[in-house]
C-alpha cells in the first residue's frame, strides 16, 4: 500500500489553495492542499507499524512552528506545477530530513522545497497565461504548525489519514 506523510495547513490557507486547485489541479478532490513531508511510498503492515512509532518519538521531540506563505511560485521548467512558497525554516528541515532517515524508505527524488501546490500538469500555453497572472497574487499567510499526518492511497487514488502525530505529546 502507498503511505505519504504530510502536513495540512489551516483552513483558511487551504480554502485559498482550493480557489485555484478546483480549476488547475486534476487532483483536487484526491488530497487536500498540504505540505508534503514524504512523498508517496510502498509499505507494507509490519514496516508500518515500525514507523508509526518512529513518528511517535518525532512527533514528540518537536515543539509547534510557525510558517509563512509569501508567494506563488513554479518548478518550471522541470515541471508545470504552480504553488504556494512555504519560506523554510529549520524546524520544517530537520521534520523533513528526519523522515529520510533511519527506518524510513525511499530516499528523496528532489531537493525539499516546502509548498503547497494550486496548479499541476498544466499545458505549456495554459501554464505561462495562469502562472503570469498569479505570480502577480499578493500571498501572505503565516500558520502554526503542531502536527503531522501519516496518509495513505485508497483504491480509487483518493488519500486519507491513517493517523495524526500532534507535537509534544507522548
Known amino acids: 500500500m502507498k503511505y505519504g506523510i504530510a502536513i495540512f495547513p489551516s483552513k483558511e490557507i487551504q480554502d485559498e489553495a482550493n480557489a485555484f486547485r478546483k480549476r488547475y489541479d486534476p487532483q483536487y478532490t484526491n488530497i487536500p492542499p498540504h505540505i508534503t513531508l514524504k512523498s508517496a511510498f510502498e509499505m507494507d503492515i509490519p514496516l508500518r507499524d515500525v514507523l508509526v512509532g518512529e513518528l511517535k518519538k518525532i512527533a514528540n521531540e ?30 520544517l528541515t530537520e521534520l523533513y530530513d528526519k523522515m529520510h532517515t533511519g527506518k524510513f524508505p ?10 503547497i501546490t494550486i496548479a499541476q500538469h498544466l499545458l505549456e500555453d495554459e501554464y505561462s497565461d ?37 507535537f509534544g505529546q507522548e
Open 130 to 166: 495562469i502562472y503570469g497572472s498569479l505570480r502577480m497574487k499578493e500571498v501572505q499567510f503565516e500558520d502554526t504548525v503542531d502536527r503531522f499526518q501519516l496518509c495513505y492511497q485508497l483504491e480509487n487514488g483518493s488519500w486519507t489519514v491513517y493517523d495524526t502525530f500532534v
Open 106 to 115: 525511499v530516499e528523496a527524488v528532489h531537493p525539499f522545497v516546502p509548498h
Open 62 to 91: 518537536t515543539k509547534p512552528f510557525t510558517i509563512n506563505i509569501t508567494k506563488v511560485k513554479s518548478f518550471a521548467p522541470v515541471t508545470n506545477t504552480i504553488y504556494f512558497k512555504v519560506e523554510t525554516v529549520p524546524e
